[in-house]
C-alpha cells in the first residue's frame, strides 16, 4: 500500500510517494498556488521566475507534468477526472464554458513515454506522453532517466483539476479493485489560453477594501459582497509568448505550456495554436470536446 504526501517547500508542493517499504521518494514539483478546480493565483514569486523563462513546473493548460519518483517501478499511472472546466471568474457571458461535468470522475492512463520536440535551435527534446483508455505498464523511471514527463490529451483541458495514483503491477488486470496504488495526487490546469504571467486571479474578496478572500457574502461583513476579481487573462503576453514559440524564440513559452491545439495536442506550436491563444484572447470558449472512452 502506497500512499503520497505533499510538502510544500519555497513555493513548491513537493509530492512524495511512500510506499510498502517505507521509502519516500519525489513525485514532482507542483505549484503551491493551485486549488481543485481554480487556476493560478499570480504572485510576484512565479512573475521573478518567469522572467528567468517560464518555469516547468507550474500549473499548464493542455499538460500535466510529473516528476516521478526513481523507486516507483514497474506500475501503471492513472488519471482521474476531478473537476472539469470550472473556470474562476466565469467566461464572459456571451462565451460560456462548455459543460464537461459529465466526464467528471472518469478515468484515463498515462501512455508510453516519447520523446517530443522541445525546440529546433538548439535542438532539444522532453519526454511526453498522451492519455490513453486502457492501462498501460512500464518502469517510468527507467524511460525518463530522471526528466519530468508532461502528458496531455484530450481530457487534458483548462480549468480542471486531476487526481494521479500509480498503480502497482500486481493489479494488472484488476485495476478497479486492486488496493495496491498510491493516494492521489491533485493537478490543477490553468485557465485557457493563460499561458504567461500575469496569471488570471481566481479568487474572489471581500468588496469593501479589505481584499479578505471569500467564497460567498456571508463571509464578508454585513451589507458587503464577495466578488471575483475582474477577469483580465489571457491578455496580450500570452499571445506573445505563443508567437514567440511558434518562431522557436527562446522567449517563447515551452511547448507543454504553448502547445494547445487541436482536440488532442500533437506536441508541436504552430498556427493553430497561435489563433487558439487569439481566440481565448478575445474572450472565446474552449472550443474541443473529450473523447470518450469505451
Ligand atoms: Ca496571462
Avoid at 514559440?245 to 507543454?256: N, Q, T, Y
Amino acid at each position: 500500500m502506497c500512499t503520497i504526501v505533499q510538502k510544500a517547500a519555497l513555493g513548491l508542493i513537493l509530492m512524495a510517494a511512500v510506499c510498502c517499504c517505507g521509502q519516500t521518494a519525489e513525485l514532482g514539483p507542483r505549484d503551491v498556488y493551485g486549488q481543485p478546480g481554480l487556476d493560478r493565483v499570480a504572485e510576484g514569486g512565479a512573475e521573478s521566475a518567469a522572467r528567468r523563462g517560464i518555469p516547468d513546473s507550474h500549473p499548464q493548460i493542455r499538460f500535466l507534468e510529473l516528476s516521478l519518483p526513481s523507486n516507483l517501478g514497474f506500475s501503471a499511472l492513472r488519471v482521474t477526472t476531478v473537476s472539469l472546466m470550472h473556470p474562476s471568474p466565469p467566461n464572459v457571458p456571451q462565451f460560456p464554458a462548455p459543460d464537461f461535468t459529465a466526464f467528471q470522475g472518469q478515468v484515463r492512463w498515462v501512455g508510453p513515454v516519447m520523446d517530443c520536440q522541445a525546440s529546433e535551435v538548439p535542438p532539444s527534446t522532453f519526454k511526453c506522453a498522451l492519455l490513453q483508455c486502457d492501462p498501460y505498464y512500464t518502469d517510468w523511471a527507467a524511460n525518463l532517466g530522471g526528466s519530468a514527463l508532461h502528458v496531455t490529451g484530450g481530457a487534458v483541458i483548462p480549468s480542471s483539476s486531476y487526481d494521479v495514483q500509480a498503480v502497482a503491477a500486481s493489479c494488472q488486470g484488476h485495476e478497479d479493485t486492486c488496493t495496491d496504488v498510491s493516494a492521489a495526487t491533485r493537478f490543477n490546469t490553468m485557465r485557457w489560453g493563460d499561458v504567461a504571467v500575469p496569471f488570471q486571479d481566481p479568487t474572489k474578496y471581500c468588496d469593501d477594501g479589505s481584499f479578505v478572500t471569500c467564497t460567498n457574502d456571508g463571509d464578508c461583513p454585513p451589507g458587503v459582497t464577495c466578488e471575483y476579481h475582474p477577469l483580465t487573462q489571457p491578455n496580450i503576453t500570452d499571445v506573445a509568448t505563443v508567437v514567440d514559440r511558434f518562431k522557436d524564440l527562446a522567449s517563447g513559452a515551452p511547448v507543454w505550456l504553448a502547445d494547445m491545439n487541436p482536440q488532442t495536442p500533437n506536441f508541436k506550436v504552430d498556427i493553430s495554436d497561435v489563433a487558439s491563444v487569439v481566440d481565448a484572447f478575445k474572450g472565446l470558449a474552449y472550443p474541443f470536446l473529450i473523447d470518450a472512452c469505451p
